[in-house]
């Protein structure tokens, strides 16, 4: 009896501990703040400062923007342009949907498969930009970012990213140099991260969207060779809102569709829904060790009750063992007593029979 409860939670104990692996950096991520890669904001001169950039600018003058075609919906035009204009020495790429199957075509024939059979575009536009900045390098950013300085003091850095509220890093803004090697471990891990997970949103989010940005990242920082590998972490703060920040939001949001405001919703909230599956998880465990407890109590009272009277005519006749004859002789109180270890000597017993 004991044993077999034992099996039991030491099985459970195990599939905890796989479970818990399997999402420890997700777990880990609910507690990474960045800090240790922040761009500072002392680390760059104020947008109408005189102050010349002083630092070597690494990341090649390129701006790399996605969408399906080259008619770019009226509300993105001035963040479009916004970019444009306050970049004229920068290389702009808009990548349409056909450039962008030609490039993985030609550079990355290995990837087209996965790249075709993505069944959300959105996939498509966030892979693509991997292997942009993995390719080229350059800065890419998102149709509906513009920008609100020039993204000069962002070339100082290998890599960058932007962090997200609450936790995490994003995907709509990013630079790097060609070849980095976080980019390179981005593309290399996409075939593999690409499963599906019952709800479309989640789907895109981890096998191309920022969870899957931000759960590779997760793992990258635990051990960077050296400081050109290194990924800065742009903040809140310096992303978008304020003066000094490099980014404006100039429209609403990029998403149409009905369940816009569901998908939003589950976006900002993808935290507390984590954290409600791994409740739900755990009220689950706990009732099924719950139901085991009791079937094994009934189990052993069902015992009990059968073994507490001893019968004089129908011991001897219902167990052969000397231990349990001798046993129809000790005072109740002492049965009761030694009653636990029933099991481990019939089963030493047993054991010992089998082996004559
Ligand atoms: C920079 O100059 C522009 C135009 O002169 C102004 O609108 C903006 O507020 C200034 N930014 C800062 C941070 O001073
Ligand atoms: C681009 O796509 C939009 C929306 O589907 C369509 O209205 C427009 O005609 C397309 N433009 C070109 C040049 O194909």
New binding site residues.
């Given amino acids: 009896m004991r044993r077999r409860l034992l099996i039991f939670l030491l099985i459970n104990l195990l599939i905890l501990i796989l479970l818990l692996r399997s999402v420890s950096t997700l777990l880990s991520l609910l507690v990474e703040d960045a800090g240790a890669d922040a761009i500072h904001r002392a680390e760059f001169s104020?947008?109408?400062s005189s102050l010349i950039e002083e630092r070597p600018q690494i990341i090649p003058k390129i701006i790399h923007q996605t969408y399906k075609n080259e008619t770019i919906p009226e509300v993105w035009v001035d963040a479009q342009q916004s970019c444009i204009y306050m970049h004229p020495d920068y290389e702009y790429i808009l990548w349409t949907n056909e450039k962008s199957r030609d490039f993985i075509a030609a550079q990355y024939p290995w990837f087209l498969k996965t790249f075709d059979g993505y069944k959300y575009p959105i996939q498509r536009a966030d892979s693509i930009r991997y292997f942009l900045l993995a390719h080229y390098g350059g800065t890419y950013i998102d149709l509906d970012d513009g920008c609100n300085r020039r993204l000069d003091p962002l070339l100082a850095y290998p890599a960058w990213v932007r962090r997200t509220v609450p936790t995490g890093i994003s995907n709509d803004a990013m630079g790097s140099v060609p070849q980095h090697p976080f980019f390179l471990r981005v593309i290399e891990l996409l075939q593999q991260y690409d499963q599906h997970w019952l709800l479309p949103y989640i789907t895109v989010m981890y096998s191309t969207g920022p969870l899957f940005l931000s759960v590779i990242w997760k793992e990258y920082i635990k051990d960077y060779p050296s400081e050109m590998s290194r990924v800065r972490i742009l903040m809140q703060d310096e992303y978008m809102k304020y003066?000094?920040s490099f980014f404006i939001h100039h429209t609403g949001n990029s998403w149409h569709g009905k369940d816009a405001y569901f998908i939003f919703w589950m976006g900002q909230h993808w935290i507390f829904l984590t954290f409600c599956g791994f409740l739900l998880a755990a009220v689950f465990g706990f009732c099924l060790f719950w139901t085991y407890g009791r079937i094994v109590l009934l189990g052993a009272q069902y015992r009990y009750r059968y073994t507490e009277v001893p019968s004089i005519i129908s011991a001897p006749r219902l167990s052969s063992s000397p231990s349990r004859h001798a046993r129809r002789l000790m005072p109740t109180l002492l049965r009761r007593i030694s009653f636990q270890g029933d099991e481990a000597t019939d089963t030493s017993c047993e054991l010992g029979r089998r082996e004559d």
């Fill in positions: 104020s947008p109408n003066s000094w």
